[in-house]
């Protein structure tokens, strides 16, 4: 009697103890346990520097840059018809071998620093004094020449002998072929007239009895030829 009533009094004891223990409430088990766990620790990372862009500084005129065309004056001046400047008084070109025009080629301008190819219209011409006792001096012929290119809106570009160097430098067989009549060492005065839809080179070569003009005027090659038709193959 006495050991039953023993182990009624260790139930009833251990009863609410029991019951606690299996009563937890999920929720705050969850939160103990996130609570206690500790959350894992980032790694100490040294950020990388972006990478330094290029340094943008304006490139130095070298003494192989070309001349700035953006730099001379729109002209809405009138130049008239192609090749816009004529030959001196008493100056003609008798001989049809004196006077070239190609609707499309390649003269080399020397711009100062160097020869720079221009492709476009292109009229090369000789003048011819008619009579000797009627000579125009270089200088007028200079002078003038620079008059009108100054009234049409146009500057001079360079004026001097052309270099040897220059000229070695395109190669002489390639420069000889598009400017046979200015050779080194020979005088020479570049203009150049921009319009807003046109760019026109001229180049004069002064001389007492002889003397030389090309004109450029820059554009695209005409496309003059074409696949041929299939129809056009069966008769042949």
């Not at 729109?74 to 001989?95: C, D, E, I, Q």
């Not at 003038?144 to 002489?172: C, D, F, H, T």
Request: glycine share 6%; with cysteine.
């Amino acid at each position: 009697m006495k050991h039953s009533l023993r182990y009624l009094l260790t139930a009833a004891l251990l009863a609410p103890l029991l019951t606690g223990c299996g009563s937890k409430d999920p929720a705050a088990e969850t939160a103990s346990e996130a609570t206690t766990t500790q959350a894992p620790v980032a790694e100490a990372t040294t950020a990388t520097p972006p990478a330094e862009a290029p340094a943008t500084t304006a490139a130095a005129t070298s003494p192989d840059a070309t001349f700035d065309l953006s730099a001379v004056p729109v002209s809405t001046a009138n130049l008239g018809r192609f090749p816009y400047v004529s030959g001196p008084k008493g100056y003609k070109f008798p001989n049809a071998s004196d006077s070239a025009y190609y609707e499309f080629d390649r003269v080399y301008v020397y711009d100062g620093k160097q020869l720079v190819p221009v492709e476009g219209k292109v009229l090369r011409r000789q003048y011819r004094v008619m009579d000797d006792n009627k000579k125009t001096s270089e200088l007028m012929q200079q002078r003038n020449y620079e008059n009108l290119i100054n009234s049409l809106g146009g500057v001079q570009v360079s004026s001097g002998e052309l270099p040897r160097e220059a000229i070695e430098k395109v190669g002489r067989d390639t420069y000889g072929k598009y400017n046979a009549d200015i050779s080194s060492g020979d005088l020479v005065d570049t203009y150049v007239i921009r319009q807003q839809n046109k760019e026109v080179w001229i180049q004069v070569k002064p001389g007492e009895t002889y003397m030389n003009i090309n004109v450029i005027e820059r554009g695209a090659m005409p496309q003059q030829v074409a696949t041929i038709p299939a129809e056009e193959l069966k008769k042949n």
